[in-house]
C-alpha cells in the first residue's frame, strides 16, 4: 500500500463503513440522508489521501477490494468506539423527544416490551413511540426504524448490535401429560411423545440438544404446530404434549406449578438476544433510553428464571437426598 497523501477525517471513514456495509452508494446516502455525489465525491477523497483504492466501482454493485476489506476490519471498531464517545458526551445535554421507531419479534413484545414502553413514556412525556411486532426479518434502514430486537445468529452486517442476554430453549409438559404418557429421560424418547411446535425453535421438525458434549438433533411431532409462545406454553399446561420455549419464558408455568422441565440436562447452548440499530450513523437518545431500559427489565426476568431454576434443582436435589436415605433404611 502506498503511503498516505493526505489528512484523513473522521467523517470520511464513516462514508467509507457504510458503503462497504451495504454495498452501495446510493443505500449509504439514503442511510445518512445526503446526496450520493457527496458520498463518490468524499470517498474518492478518502482514497486519495491513503494512495490505494478500496471499492471497485460496478454498474450493479460495489465491491471492496482487498486493501478495501483490510481497511474495514481495522476501521469499523475504531470508528464505532469514536462514535460512542461523541454520543456519551453529547447524552447530558440531550433531551429525550420525538418520536421512536421500534420493531421486535411478536413474542419478545408482547411479553417483555410492555413494561419498557410504559416506562419510557411516563419518564419522557415529549417522547413517543411506534412499536411494530413482526416475525419477518426487517430492513431497519429501508423501513425507517431507529431500534430492532433479534434473536439467534446475526448475518445483516448493516446494523450494530448489542447483546441483551442469552436465554436457553427448554422442554416442558404439564404433570397430567407426563402421568399418563411418561416422562421422557433422553432425547431420543421423544419420539414417542406428542410435542408442541413453536415453529421458530423446530427448524425442519427438529429439536436441538447437546448430549456428552456434541450437538444431536431429533425429530419431533406432534399434532399442533404454532407461532406463538403463549398459545405453545398454554397447550402445554392443558396437557397436550411437551413444548420447546426460552426457559425465562417457561418461568410462569414452573412457578404456578403447572408445567414441569424435561430433558433439563440435555439443554442446548442458550440462543443471544440483541438489540440493534443502523451502524454508521448517530444513534438517537430516545432509542438510547429505550435500549438502556429494555435491558434493565431483561435482566430483571433472567434473574426471576434463575432464581426459579436454584429453587427447582434445591428441591431435586433435597428428593434425591430423601430416596437414597430411604432406601437405605430398607435392610
Known amino acids: 500500500m502506498c503511503p498516505m497523501r493526505g489528512t484523513i477525517e473522521v467523517g470520511a471513514v464513516e462514508l467509507f463503513v457504510r458503503v462497504a456495509e451495504l454495498r452501495s452508494f446510493r443505500g449509504a446516502a439514503d442511510a445518512l440522508g445526503m446526496p450520493r455525489s457527496t458520498v463518490s465525491r468524499r470517498i474518492s477523497e478518502l482514497e486519495r489521501a491513503l494512495g490505494t483504492r478500496l471499492l471497485q466501482r460496478t454498474t450493479r454493485r460495489v465491491e471492496l477490494t482487498s486493501a478495501g476489506k483490510t481497511y474495514q476490519r481495522a476501521c469499523s471498531p475504531a470508528l464505532e468506539t469514536i462514535l460512542e464517545a461523541g454520543r456519551a458526551l453529547s447524552t447530558s445535554s440531550e433531551e429525550t423527544a420525538g418520536r421512536l421507531r421500534v420493531t421486535a419479534p411478536v413474542t419478545l413484545g408482547e411479553r417483555l416490551l410492555g413494561d419498557v414502553v410504559a416506562e419510557c413514556l411516563a419518564r419522557h412525556p415529549r417522547m413517543s413511540i411506534e412499536l411494530v411486532l413482526t416475525d419477518r426479518h426487517v430492513e431497519l434502514v429501508a423501513e425507517k426504524f431507529d431500534l430492532g430486537f433479534r434473536s439467534g445468529t446475526l448475518k445483516d452486517t448493516s446494523v450494530v448490535a448489542h447483546e441483551l442476554g442469552r436465554a436457553q430453549p427448554r422442554c416442558f409438559a404439564a404433570r397430567e401429560y407426563l402421568r399418563d404418557r411418561g416422562t421422557p429421560r433422553t432425547p ?122 436454584s429453587w427447582r434443582d434445591r428441591m431435586s436435589t433435597w428428593r434425591d437426598r430423601m430416596c437414597a436415605r430411604q432406601a437405605a433404611s430398607y435392610p
Open 188 to 309: 431420543r424418547d421423544l419420539l414417542r411423545h406428542d410435542c408442541i411446535l413453536f415453529t421458530p425453535l423446530a427448524p425442519r421438525g427438529r429439536w436441538t440438544f447437546r448430549s456428552r458434549g456434541r450437538t444431536v438433533e431429533v425429530p419431533v411431532r406432534g399434532r399442533l404446530v404454532v407461532n406463538s409462545i403463549p398459545l405453545a406454553l398454554d397447550a402445554a399446561m392443558r396437557g397436550l404434549g411437551i413444548v420447546r420455549v426460552p426457559g425465562t419464558l417457561g418461568v410462569e408455568g414452573l412457578a404456578a406449578k403447572q408445567l414441569v422441565e424435561v430433558l433439563d440436562t440435555y439443554a442446548p447452548p442458550p440462543r443471544p438476544a440483541y438489540a440493534v440499530h443502523p451502524s454508521g450513523g448517530r444513534v438517537a437518545p430516545a432509542a438510547r433510553v429505550f435500549l438502556e431500559i429494555a435491558k434493565r427489565h431483561l435482566d430483571a426476568r433472567a434473574g426471576s428464571a434463575h432464581r426459579v431454576a
